[in-house]
T-cell receptor
Framework: KNEVEQSPQNLTAQEGEFITINCSYS?????LHWLQQHPGGGIVSLFM???GKKKHGRLIATINIQEKHSSLHITASHPRDSAVYIC???????????FGKGTHLIIQP | DAGITQSPRHKVTETGTPVTLRCHQT?????MYWYRQDPGHGLRLIHY???????DKGEVSDGYSVSRSKTEDFLLTLESATSSQTSVYFC??????????FGNGTRLTVT
């Protein structure tokens, strides 16, 4: 069974800080998703990665397939970035999505 | 935004009653999923569909059934609701090669 571990589970930082959230998984995957969920809100897809690096605004996602590891970075963090960030991996097959338990991020002004 | 809607958004029901949640998409995506989200457990797969009338069980399927009679609709039914099924339910869709799109969720309370 594929295990997905996220770290840290909780993170509180000051506005403007550089944020890194990590995701490790135990078996080979075909793709990895980073998702964002605001308190009481829906879930939004931030990135889908199968290799390398992607950037969207202040968000950067990287993946190292050999090391089975991905990171989500937030530059110049802002209180509106406060949310739960969830990593999900695709092993293969229609049911092959396994989710991490999420990283709860709070950015204080 | 991807066209995916869930209904109802909130529901309170009594133990033992049947409940049906609806997921509707306008993206013509092949894959549709039902998840439940509970504190400490993250998102867990209940059932999924890979085409019309093609469905299969997920990790926590006991007590749930699904149907997909057309591409755009994926129904989740609790035949006889129990308090352990109190949760937030999310539907998600994907083409299989693109990103996941989630509905806004249904908050179900079983009293």
């Amino acid at each position: 069974k594929n295990e997905v571990e996220q770290s840290p589970q909780n993170l509180t930082a000051q506005e403007g800080e550089f944020i890194t959230i990590n995701c490790s998984y135990s078996v080979g995957i075909s793709a990895l998703h980073w998702l964002q969920q605001h308190p009481g809100g829906g879930i939004v897809s931030l990135f889908m990665l199968s290799s390398g690096k992607k950037k969207h605004g202040r968000l950067i996602a990287t993946i190292n397939i050999q090391e089975k590891h991905s990171s989500l970075h937030i530059t110049a963090s802002h209180p509106r970035d406060s949310a739960v960030y969830i990593c999900a991996v695709v092993v293969g097959g229609a049911d092959g999505l396994t989710f991490g338990k999420g990283t709860h991020l709070i950015i204080q002004p | 935004d991807a066209g995916i809607t869930q209904s109802p958004r909130h529901k309170v029901t009594e133990t033992g009653t049947p409940v049906t949640l609806r997921c509707h998409q306008t993206e013509n995506h092949r894959y549709m999923y039902w998840y439940r989200q509970d504190p400490g457990h993250g998102l867990r797969l209940i059932h999924y569909s890979y085409g019309v009338k093609d469905t299969d069980k997920g990790e926590v399927s006991d007590g749930y059934s699904v149907s997909r009679s057309k591409t755009e609709d994926f129904l989740l039914t609790l035949e006889s609701a129990t308090s352990s099924q109190t949760s937030v339910y999310f539907c998600a869709i994907t083409s299989g090669t693109g990103p996941l799109h989630f509905g806004n969720g249904t908050r179900l309370t079983v009293t």
